[in-house]
Each structure stands twice: as C-alpha cells, then as structure tokens.
C-alpha cells in the first residue's frame, strides 16, 4: 500500500487552490505583510513598485492598506472603523468587487500611537503593492502617517481625522472625506448664535492636535459673533479630575459650554459637572466623544448625557441614501447604532471602489489623480457628497445633534431636523 504519500499531496494541492480563491476576507489586524510584499529592508525614499490591473493576475485580491486603533486609548473608535470597513468589505464583494477582483484589506494597528502610524504608513507603503492607504483616526496619528505616505507618494484618504493641518502642509496625495476641525467649530457656533444667542461661552477642550485645533478656531469664531469667551481651559487628555477646572468655570457663570474631548474625558467631564451642580443653558460638543454610541450608554455618561448638544458629520436619521439601510444592518449585526466613524469607512471604502474603476489601474499615481479628480453626488455614498478641492480636502455638510430620551435626534439645520432642540437645558434639579 503507497497510497499515502498520494493522498497527502492531493490534500496540500486542494489546500492551494483554496488559499488562492480565499482572499476577500479581512486581514487579521497586527498580521505581517501579505507574502507578495518586498523585503523589511526596501525603505528607499521612492514611492514603492505599483501593480496594474493589466499585469496582476486577477484571481488574487486588491489589496487595500488600512491604519487604525484596534488597541490603546482610542480602540473603542478604531473598532467602529473596522466595522464600517466590514459592512462595505463584504457588500463590494459580493457585487463582484473591484476591476474583476475582490478587495482584501491590509490592516495595521496604530495602538493608538502617532510612531506606530508612522511604522505602519512606511510598512504599507514600501512592503507591500497596496495603491492607497486608509487611515488612521486621531489627528496626532493621522498627520504624520500623511507625511509618511506623502513621502513615498502612496495616495492616502483621510476619514475621520479632523485637525486642519493634515490638509495644510502642501501635499498632492492626502484627501480627507470627513471636515476638518475648524467646521466643528464654526457649526458649534453658529447653532449656538442661531438658537441659544448666548452673551458668554466657556470652552474646555483637551490639549491634544484635535483639540487646540478645533479650539481656537471656535474661540475666535465666537469673539467675532460678539460672544464673550469667559473661560478657556486646555486640560492633559486623561486627566483623573476634571473637578478643580470645572469649578473655576462654573464661578464664570458662562451660557454656554463647549467642549472638545474624546470619549473617556467627555464621560467624566458629564457625571462631574452634575455633581457639582453646574448648570448653564446649553452643552455643546464638537464630535468625538459627545457623538458616540457609547456616550450615550450606561457605561458611558448615561442618563448624564442627557440634553447635550453635539457638532457631527453623519447621524442615523440623515436622509442621505443608504444610511437608514446601514443602520438597520450595523444594529442587527453589532447590537448597536453606529457612530459617525462607521460611516466614515464604509463611504470611505466605496469611495475606493470608484477611485479604483476610474483609473482602471492600481497604480499608484493613475490613483492619485483619480482622486483628485473625484465629484460624487450626495448619493453616492452613505456619509453624502465627495469632492475634494486643491487642498484635498471635502467639503462635507455637518449637522448638530442632542441627546433626547437617552438618542441622538438630529436637531439642525433645519433642513436635516429630525425634532426640535429642547432649549434651554433642564438643571440637574429639575431632572427625573
């Protein structure tokens, strides 16, 4: 009997063709490049070798390079990134993907890290044949994996990530769908001029890229509106207590609040300043943690939540096409609406799949100057319009929301209103 060694190499053969029919799925995060990629030493200055869609064999998938926090202080986000990225992955594939092929995105974990963004953006780059990068989401992340990709001229899309100098700095291949901080700010202040027509503001804001960057703008903003900013308070990301801060700032009396903090800061920030009884009109965030699913939760502010007001870029209830469509599959498949950086990826990756078919090639230049040359109409994708100006920047309509009944409700403009903003905010006192 010499059936053995036989039967073992129809085994190892049949296992070949599967692994190369399998390669829509997700990279496993963290994984090492993909086989097909260059040497670790290949870290020229020079933008790495492109493939083509007439020279790759088309039953291997297109790679997509992809940057976010799946671990570290901002995982919470970088997870509703990947599921954005997962919805979109498997729709596009299932409609027979991309030039004939199906995508499979290379995904590298920034650990919440600006030189991990810059390892993973100069990995994508130069290891392996990706056309453009995705990625990543804090500003202070995102900048430098930018310059990175810039440096090596690899296209690079920008979905959430909102400081306005990752579209300043000169660069022909970074385009950002999302706004940049500065439109958080200027909408925050316009609501607040429209529907509160506050005398004094007080703005606290944590003293990261992000967070001095939407700051001063609304702070400016506000100056020239003929508000009178009492209070302008920058505080270390993390901090255990925000108490002595918030103290000073309720001795001001200020109208109204703006805030600009991720999720964890903005939490705390709520239940503390219910129990010192701090009471202006209105609460206002510009995204980031007051627009978060789970800001809303127990776990998060909770019932704290209530009432606050939030500067946003895509809500559950926005009539752009598709987005009713998302939600109710991101519910029956996470247990949970989706926040506006799921959306981000998922119009992110569509946005992929268009660049893609026009330059009809995967090479790295054809790609950039198909991005450039983008005008998607406002229902091409779930998060509305994409059109980049020579800066490579969006301009992305934002709405305001307010927590009512523990939901975000999309309150202004007027024209996306979902419900009417409950005005003025409820003391803590008069709550049930």
């Given at each position: 009997m010499?059936?053995?060694?036989?039967?073992?190499?129809?085994?190892?053969?049949?296992?070949?063709?599967?692994?190369?029919?399998?390669?829509?799925?997700?990279?496993?995060?963290?994984?090492?490049?993909?086989?097909?990629?260059?040497?670790?030493g290949?870290?020229?200055?020079?933008?790495?070798?492109?493939?083509?869609?007439?020279?790759?064999?088309?039953?291997?998938?297109?790679?997509?390079?992809v940057?976010?926090?799946l671990?570290?202080?901002?995982?919470?986000?970088?997870?509703?990134?990947?599921?954005?990225?997962?919805?979109?992955?498997?729709?596009?594939?299932?409609?027979?993907?991309?030039?004939?092929?199906?995508?499979?995105?290379?995904?590298e974990?920034?650990?919440?890290?600006?030189?991990?963004?810059?390892?993973?953006?100069?990995?994508?780059a130069?290891?392996?044949?990706?056309?453009?990068?995705?990625?990543?989401?804090?500003?202070?992340?995102?900048?430098?994996?930018?310059?990175?990709?810039?440096?090596?001229?690899?296209?690079?899309?920008?979905?959430?990530?909102?400081?306005?100098?990752?579209?300043?700095?000169?660069?022909?291949?970074?385009?950002r769908?999302n706004?940049?901080?500065s439109?958080?700010?200027?909408?925050?202040?316009?609501?607040?001029?429209?529907?509160?027509?506050?005398?004094?503001?007080?703005?606290?804001?944590?003293?990261?890229?992000?967070?001095?960057?939407?700051?001063?703008?609304?702070?400016?903003?506000?100056?020239?509106?003929?508000?009178?900013?009492?209070?302008?308070?920058?505080?270390?990301k993390?901090?255990?207590?925000?108490?002595?801060?918030?103290?000073?700032?309720?001795?001001?009396?200020?109208?109204?609040?703006?805030?600009?903090?991720?999720?964890?800061?903005?939490?705390?920030?709520?239940?503390?300043?219910?129990e010192?009884?701090?009471?202006?009109?209105?609460y206002?965030?510009?995204?980031?943690?007051?627009?978060?699913?789970e800001?809303?939760?127990?776990?998060?502010?909770?019932?704290?939540?209530?009432?606050t007001?939030?500067?946003?870029?895509?809500?559950?209830?926005?009539?752009?096409?598709?987005a009713?469509?998302?939600?109710?599959?991101?519910?029956?498949?996470?247990?949970?609406?989706?926040?506006?950086?799921?959306?981000?990826?998922?119009?992110?990756?569509y946005?992929?799949?268009?660049?893609?078919?026009?330059?009809?090639?995967?090479?790295?230049?054809?790609?950039?100057?198909?991005?450039?040359?983008?005008?998607?109409?406002?229902?091409?994708?779930?998060?509305?319009?994409v059109?980049?100006?020579?800066?490579?920047?969006?301009?992305?309509?934002?709405?305001?929301?307010?927590?009512?009944?523990?939901q975000?409700?999309?309150?202004?403009?007027?024209e996306?209103?979902?419900?009417?903003?409950?005005?003025?905010?409820?003391?803590?006192?008069?709550?049930?």
């Amino acid at each position: 009997m010499k059936r053995g060694p036989v039967r073992v190499l129809s085994l190892l053969l049949a296992a070949l063709l599967l692994a190369g029919c399998g390669g829509a799925a997700t990279q496993s995060p963290g994984s090492s490049a993909p086989s097909n990629s260059s040497g670790p030493g290949d870290s020229s200055d020079t933008a790495a070798p492109s493939d083509s869609a007439s020279q790759a064999d088309t039953s291997e998938p297109i790679e997509i390079g992809v940057i976010t926090s799946l671990t570290g202080s901002e995982a919470k986000f970088g997870e509703a990134h990947m599921r954005g990225y997962e919805i979109a992955l498997e729709e596009i594939n299932a409609a027979g993907g991309v030039l004939g092929r199906p995508l499979k995105l290379v995904v590298e974990d920034d650990a919440s890290k600006p030189e991990n963004a810059i390892s993973a953006a100069e990995k994508l780059a130069t290891q392996t044949k990706v056309p453009l990068i995705i990625g990543s989401y804090t500003s202070a992340a995102t900048l430098p994996a930018a310059q990175t990709a810039t440096k090596y001229q690899v296209p690079f899309i920008v979905p959430t990530a909102a400081a306005d100098n990752i579209t300043e700095f000169g660069s022909k291949y970074v385009f950002r769908i999302n706004s940049p901080s500065s439109e958080y700010a200027n909408t925050a202040i316009n609501f607040l001029m429209d529907q509160v027509k506050p005398q004094t503001l007080a703005i606290i804001y944590e003293n990261t890229n992000f967070g001095t960057s939407t700051a001063q703008p609304a702070k400016e903003l506000a100056e020239k509106a003929g508000i009178q900013v009492v209070a302008f308070e920058g505080y270390a990301k993390g901090a255990p207590d925000f108490k002595p801060m918030l103290s000073q700032v309720k001795s001001k009396n200020p109208d109204a609040v703006l805030f600009v903090s991720y999720l964890l800061d903005a939490t705390l920030l709520m239940r503390q300043i219910r129990e010192l009884d701090f009471n202006p009109k209105v609460y206002i965030g510009a995204g980031a943690g007051f627009s978060t699913p789970e800001f809303v939760r127990e776990e998060g502010a909770g019932k704290d939540a209530e009432y606050t007001f939030s500067a946003t870029l895509w809500t559950t209830d926005v009539t752009w096409k598709g987005a009713r469509e998302f939600t109710e599959q991101f519910i029956e498949r996470y247990g949970v609406e989706p926040a506006y950086h799921s959306a981000e990826t998922h119009a992110a990756l569509y946005l992929v799949k268009d660049v893609l078919e026009r330059a009809g090639s995967l090479d790295r230049q054809a790609v950039r100057d198909a991005l450039a040359a983008t005008d998607l109409g406002p229902d091409a994708t779930i998060f509305g319009p994409v059109k980049f100006d020579e800066k490579g920047q969006n301009a992305h309509p934002m709405l305001v929301t307010q927590v009512q009944n523990g939901q975000y409700v999309t309150v202004w403009p007027r024209e996306y209103a979902a419900a009417d903003p409950i005005l003025p905010t409820p003391t803590w006192s008069e709550r049930k």
